[in-house]
Structure formats: structure tokens, C-alpha cells
């Protein structure tokens, strides 16, 4: 009987993992974050078919402005991909894209690469954009944490 109920007990956990399992970020998706939206919001263009995107937080420190984004395919429940958009004054926005944990290891390089087309002293940007990486790694933990309680 109890080798029955542990039986039943684990395959519904097993479930509710599968459930909550996120699909890799693609190199589509990947692309979209990186450069479409910045097309889109140049071109003034529907939001991208099959998806939404939802605001995590923006950050500032100093005169830099960081906004957190997360692109979620419709229907699911957790986002694919993470949107950053990094801005300080007189200079065009750049955009990143935070692959999913899963992603392909291509994807997580160009993300790694990207990270060096700053335009400004390279030591203060990564300084400050994992500033704001880490304040924004904080609010999610602290939600999720809130939320499995």
C-alpha cells in the first residue's frame, strides 16, 4: 500500500516538473530579443506573433537605465528568453538576450559576446551592468521565493 501511494505520489511530482520544464530558447527568439524589437519599436510594428513580452523592472544607477523584459510564448507559463535593454543619454539603446538555462550553447556565447559591444569604458559598463543583472537576479529570487511559499 505504501510502496502504491509513493507510486502515485511520484508520478504526479513527475508531472508537475514536466509541466514547469521550459523548451530551449531558439535562435529565432534569440535574434527577436537582440535586434527584432529594436526593429519593431523603430517601425512601429505589432508585437511578434505567438508571443508576449512582460516587464520584469527597470533599473537605474547614474545616468545608465537598465530595462528587464521577459518574452513568453503564448500559452506557457515561464519566459523563453530574457529582453535587456541598456541606455544612457546621447547613445542608441543596446539590447542582449539572457538565453533560458537550457538554451543551445551557441546561443549562450553570442549572448557572452554581445555582452563586449559597449561603447563606453568597458570596465564601468560590465561594473555596472552586473550591478544590475545582480538587482534584478534578486527581485526574481525574492518573487519566486514569495511565491512557492
Known sequence: MIAL?????????????KDETILPTTEEEYNYCATGYRLQLQM????KRGYKLEDITNLTE?????SFKSLYRTGEKKPCAILVIYSRPRVAPLYYCVPS????????RNYYTSLANAT???KEYLRVFNYALGRALAMVASNTI???K
Do not use: C, H, K, Y
Open 5 to 17: 501511494w509513493l507510486l502515485i505520489v511520484s508520478s504526479s511530482l513527475q508531472a508537475q516538473v
Open 62 to 66: 547614474g545616468e545608465r537605465t537598465f
Open 44 to 47: 512601429e510594428l505589432p508585437m
Open 101 to 108: 538555462e537550457n538554451a543551445p550553447e551557441p546561443l549562450w
Open 146 to 148: 514569495l511565491e512557492t
Open 120 to 122: 563606453e569604458n568597458e
